[in-house]
């Protein structure tokens, strides 16, 4: 049957926002025991509840009752909400931050203490007690304190086991309960610039003797600690890509990894990870190659000599937090055409344990990526171009169709050729998309990453506008109806790429940073160090470069309609920041739409928001490119 002709970016579709909206849960936190998979699945149609599942013997259900959603707010981005424990599940509730254990379907509180948040839970059996990440916050104490504690199962007290440095993370008991290996950092560094892991044993008295340093800091850093009986596994970047090494003895070695194989991940959220040691001596490393992912699994007895083995990479698009299960591994697996799911990996391959999505679409209808290489300023630059697709219709003979440049946030992230239906539901309405891997990226090593490191604002900028440029020098886009669109610092990336070049029609920027010098102002302690990291400064000298690369303070070179997207309990970017952008603009005379979302945070979380903001963008797009 042959298709309709009909105008770009005006086709009629089968991927509503609903359906985008019904295919946002969110799956993370994997983890394994007595042959079952565990894992947390966001809830839109709940308002973002966050519950707790388990895939076993075929089956798949959900444990947490409502009103429950395990959520940590450590860091503000959370994560580590939950641990399968023997036969309990200790969580952190979202709306107290407390940790309560679940058994036989009731859920009871273990600690009591408000104004503490907890995350990345590990149970020492021995004494009775849950080690984990605090984040006290004292009204009116200034930034909050973060600790490794000691939480009494049996009477919730607290019980201090390391302070002193600005952040905690991946407290990991080895075997026999005799140590605690951990990673700790400080500000202005984020984890993935200079986390260091230590190893201390606990005196009788279970507090923590003198640590020991492992690895990591002095500009590499360090990352998943797992121990094997007695010895310690982790990953490091210190040759600049990330490798897996064995500390046994008091010496390091590297056990698994290549220069161009990277295991490092932006651990933004707690319990991220990259490998898996099984009980029957195997291992599995979920490398990024160039971006893209590779499931190697290989027997520890042959490494480091022999580096053989089974490797798992056609067809998929991501691999995350590998875990292993008694007949191998499973993992959160990502495919060009399928939903992100659970997975369980044996030698016969891999078989979903998730559910496929509750509706399906025809594959005719779906675009699929294409890797693309690109130059910018005479380096390399990585991305995944969607040609507009769809079952039905195609565009008027010799016209090009308008395109998006897709900016991820982050920026310290990556972005993948897995199935976002957000990029279909512009694909299939005739838009070219374009999701750039700018400079500063992760999954490319080490010094693609630094790339960003003084130069957020323009380095990421001038990768965008060369995205835009190779669309329209490859003949692949209409080179005056080229939008451009972000959230968090892919909103910031937009705004300046917008107020710096003339390449764009349009921009759209989702709870996008406007002011760096209010971010700066209001920002949580994570990232009270990132700013200055990213722009070159320093907490005593930063005023003047802050001003010049602030969206809000260049409005007098935006002339590009813009639309933007907030929400109102956003706590790292200030809901006032979108709003001043949009008054700004519209003194200035600048066509502005204006989106805040009461409830949402940094990141929309409930269908009816979802919707909304696809739906206005779209409309939004529509006019001011003329596709109507």
């Known amino acids: 049957m042959a298709k309709a002709q009909h105008p770009f970016g005006s086709w009629p579709s089968p991927i509503s926002a609903e359906l985008v909206a019904t ?20 809830r839109p149609e709940e308002k973002g509840r966050q519950v707790i599942m388990r895939a076993r013997n075929g089956g798949l259900e959900e444990l947490l009752p409502r009103p429950f959603s395990a959520r940590s707010r450590v860091h503000e981005y959370g994560g580590g909400e939950f641990l399968v424990a023997e036969d309990k599940i200790y969580f952190v509730n979202d709306s107290d931050q407390q940790i309560y254990c ?7 509180p273990v600690s009591d203490a408000p ?13 009775g007690r849950l080690i984990c990440v605090a984040e006290i916050h004292r009204p009116g104490k200034g930034r909050p304190r973060n600790r490794l504690v000691a939480v009494c199962l049996a009477e919730g007290r607290l019980r201090e086991l390391a302070a002193g440095r600005d952040f905690y993370a991946s407290p990991r008991l080895s075997g026999d309960g005799g140590m605690l290996a951990f990673l700790c950092w400080d500000l202005p560094d984020m984890p993935w610039d200079g986390a260091e892991l230590f190893s201390a044993r606990f005196a009788e008295d279970g507090a923590l003797a003198r640590p020991r340093h492992i690895a990591g800091g002095k500009g590499s850093a360090a990352f998943q600690p797992e121990w094997k009986e007695r010895d310690l596994y982790y990953v490091a970047d210190a040759s600049g890509w990330g490798a897996l090494y064995r500390w046994r003895n008091g010496a390091s070695v590297r056990v698994a990894g290549a220069r161009g194989l990277d295991l490092m991940r932006p651990q933004r959220t707690f319990a991220t990870r990259s490998y898996a040691l099984s009980a029957d001596g195997r291992l599995a490393c979920a490398y990024l190659k160039r971006g893209m992912p590779q499931l190697d699994v290989h027997r520890l007895k042959d490494l480091p000599r022999r580096a053989g083995g089974a490797t798992l990479n056609s067809r998929i698009s991501r691999i995350d937090d590998p875990v292993a299960t008694g007949t191998g591994f499973a993992a959160l697996v990502s495919q060009s055409c399928a939903a992100p799911a659970v997975m369980r990996i044996s030698k016969r391959g891999a078989a979903e344990l998730t559910p496929p999505a509750p509706e399906k679409i025809a594959r005719r209808f779906l675009s699929r990526a294409e890797a693309r290489q690109f130059s910018s300023a005479g380096r390399p630059v990585h991305g995944f171009l969607y040609p507009p697709t769809n079952l039905d219709y195609r565009g008027p003979r010799g016209a090009l169709p308008p395109a998006l440049i897709f900016v991820h946030g982050g920026p310290t992230a990556m972005t993948d050729r897995s199935l976002k239906m957000r990029i279909q539901y512009f694909t299939s309405r005739g838009f070219v998309v374009f999701d750039v891997n700018y400079s500063g990226s992760t999954g490319f090593g080490r010094a693609y990453r630094q790339r960003l490191d003084g130069a957020w604002g323009i380095a990421d900028v001038a990768d965008c506008v060369a995205a835009a440029r190779h669309l329209v020098n490859t003949g692949v ?10 959230g968090s610092a892919g909103g910031y990336t937009t705004l300046m790429a917008l107020a710096t070049s003339d390449v764009f ?23 009270a160090g990132y700013l200055h990291r990213l722009i070159g400064t320093t907490a005593h000298r930063w005023r003047e470069a802050f001003a010049a690369r602030s969206p809000l303070f260049l409005i007098d070179h935006i002339t590009a309609p813009v639309i933007l997207f907030q929400g109102l309990e956003d706590r790292i970017v200030p809901p006032e920041q979108s709003a001043r952008m949009a008054d700004s603009l519209r003194a200035r005379g600048i066509e502005v739409a204006y989106h805040a979302f009461r409830g949402e945070g940094h990141g929309f979380r409930m269908a009816e928001t979802i919707i909304a903001v696809i739906e ?8 001011v490119l003329f596709l109507r």
């Open 23 to 42: 295919q946002s849960r969110r799956i993370a936190t994997v983890q394994a025991a007595d042959g079952a998979i565990y894992f947390t699945q966001s």
């Open 102 to 108: 679940l058994a036989k379907a009731v859920a009871l």
């Open 505 to 527: 029609a349009a921009g759209s920027s989702h709870y996008g940073i406007c002011d760096l010098r209010l971010l700066l102002a209001h920002t949580h302690k994570f990232e």
């Open 115 to 127: 104004g503490v948040r907890f995350a990345d839970l590990a149970l020492d059996a021995a004494r």
């Open 616 to 623: 206005a963008e779209l409309d939004f797009l529509r006019r």
């Open 477 to 486: 886009a209409d080179a005056k109806r080229i939008a451009i669109s972000g």
